[in-house]
């Protein structure tokens, strides 16, 4: 199957959807000549209908007046890249001869041991035919091979004297951190890159699909199909289906050496959950400290296999913390890291 035409398809995919309410047409009500009924004036010699807003002809036949309600707008969607087709950049081939477009070069950090994987830039354009929709662009960037787990939050967590986060007795260590909400990701991003000057942060949402597809245009990364034992959901067929989150690394990579894209935790981004798109950009990454949506990638350990699909996206506030989400981080690439000219910066939106 070309193109992720799963996009908005099961049970829960409702909250993609425009929500729209289709209009209620007149309904017709059959007024009662009564005498209780008349003596609580909802029928009589004037006829007047059980519904204040609806009135009564000669026939006893109530006819609704109540305006008709409008469809409310659609819900903003980012362009569907399962429908395109990804144009690598020149820049994208990794330099000194490191890897290749199949094998991205990693990079790890010291404090904590985290390993980031190189993702390619490139822009992903509209089939022939398909109209004139402008491309989608995307600079490279070094994307965490793994959800940050709890071995990496907790030392975090005590250098700065916070509150650990709960892990609802399924164990700490390499299971990915939950209850953190966009604020615990960002502060753990601006202390990682203290010691080195990294910088790091949350990925934009369509950074991560990018990512997650890693040039697959097929719902999920390995197919069509969910398949068993392939990711941790509810349906997956996995040990941890339903039940819990499972250690980061249990299942097979992507094609760039990503693991967990696709179930285990839904993974906070930087995206605000509705942008104007007028000025909307793949990667404006929106900082500002406020409660706003912020979208989430990726189904959890406890949704179904239809919001494990590359395209699935939802929202939460940015301060809600639940056992459901997690993140893992960008690294921003600098000059040194590639080829002249090619090292452009993500625009980040600050208060």
């Given at each position: 199957m070309i193109?992720?035409?799963?996009?908005?398809s099961?049970?829960?995919?409702?909250?993609?959807?425009?929500?729209?309410?289709?209009?209620?047409?007149?309904?017709?009500?059959?007024?009662?000549h009564?005498?209780?009924?008349?003596?609580?004036?909802?029928?009589?010699?004037?006829?007047?209908?059980?519904d204040?807003?609806?009135?009564?002809?000669?026939?006893?036949?109530c006819?609704?007046?109540?305006?008709?309600?409008t469809?409310?707008?659609?819900?903003?969607?980012?362009?569907?890249?399962?429908?395109?087709?990804?144009?690598?950049?020149?820049?994208?081939?990794?330099?000194?001869?490191?890897?290749?477009?199949?094998?991205p070069?990693?990079?790890?950090?010291?404090?904590?041991?985290?390993?980031?994987?190189?993702?390619?830039?490139?822009?992903?354009?509209?089939?022939?035919?398909a109209?004139?929709?402008?491309?989608?662009?995307?600079?490279?960037?070094?994307?965490?091979?793994?959800e940050?787990?709890?071995?990496?939050?907790?030392?975090?967590a005590r250098?700065?004297?916070?509150?650990?986060?709960?892990?609802?007795?399924?164990?700490?260590?390499?299971?990915?951190?939950?209850?953190?909400n966009?604020?615990?990701?960002?502060?753990?991003?601006?202390?990682?890159?203290r010691?080195?000057?990294?910088?790091f942060?949350?990925?934009?949402?369509?950074?991560?699909?990018?990512?997650?597809?890693?040039?697959a245009?097929?719902?999920?990364?390995?197919?069509?199909?969910?398949?068993?034992?392939r990711a941790?959901?509810d349906?997956?067929?996995?040990?941890?289906?339903?039940?819990?989150?499972?250690?980061?690394?249990?299942f097979?990579p992507?094609?760039?050496?990503l693991?967990?894209?696709?179930?285990n935790?839904?993974e906070?981004?930087?995206?605000?959950?509705?942008?104007?798109?007028?000025?909307w950009?793949?990667?404006?990454c929106?900082?500002?400290?406020?409660?706003?949506?912020?979208?989430?990638?990726?189904?959890?350990?406890?949704?179904?296999?239809?919001?494990?699909?590359?395209?699935?996206?939802?929202?939460?506030?940015?301060?809600?913390?639940?056992?459901?989400?997690?993140?893992?981080?960008?690294?921003?690439?600098?000059?040194?890291?590639?080829?002249?000219?090619?090292?452009?910066?993500?625009?980040?939106?600050?208060?």
């Open positions: 193109g992720d035409t799963h996009r908005d099961g049970a829960l995919a409702h909250r993609e959807r425009s929500r729209a309410t289709t209009p209620k047409a007149p309904s017709l009500v059959r007024c009662s009564s005498p209780w009924i008349a003596l609580l004036g909802l029928c009589g010699s004037a006829v007047v209908a059980a204040p807003e609806e009135t009564c002809g000669a026939d006893l036949t006819e609704a007046t109540r305006p008709a309600l469809a409310r707008p659609p819900i903003w969607q980012p362009p569907d890249l399962g429908a395109r087709v990804f144009r690598p950049q020149a820049e994208a081939v990794p330099m000194s001869g490191q890897g290749s477009m199949s094998t070069p990693t990079w790890q950090e010291s404090t904590t041991g985290m390993r980031f994987v190189r993702i390619p830039g490139g822009c992903y354009e509209s089939p022939e035919g109209g004139a929709e402008p491309p989608v662009c995307l600079q490279p960037f070094d994307l965490g091979v793994y940050v787990t709890f071995d990496d939050y907790d030392r975090f250098e700065t004297a916070r509150e650990l986060p709960d892990d609802m007795g399924w164990g700490r260590g390499q299971r990915p951190v939950i209850n953190v966009v604020y615990d990701a960002t502060n753990f991003a601006r202390w990682l890159g010691p080195s000057g990294q910088r942060r949350l990925p934009t949402e369509m950074e991560w699909e990018h990512a997650a597809r890693a040039g245009r097929t719902p999920y990364p390995w197919g069509d199909e969910v398949g068993t034992n941790n959901c349906g997956c067929g996995s040990p941890w289906d339903g039940v819990s989150t499972a250690p980061v690394g249990s097979a992507n094609a760039w050496g693991y967990d894209m696709a179930g935790v839904a906070w981004t930087c995206s605000i959950r509705a942008p104007n798109p007028e000025t950009s793949a990667q404006v929106d900082g500002r400290y406020d409660s706003r949506r912020r979208v989430l990638r990726n189904g959890a350990w406890s949704d179904s296999p239809s919001r494990l699909i590359a395209g699935w996206r939802d929202w939460n506030a940015a301060v809600r913390r639940t056992e459901e989400m997690g993140f893992r981080l960008v690294r921003e690439l600098g000059p040194g890291d590639l080829a002249a000219g090619s090292g452009v910066e993500p625009k980040v939106t600050r208060r």
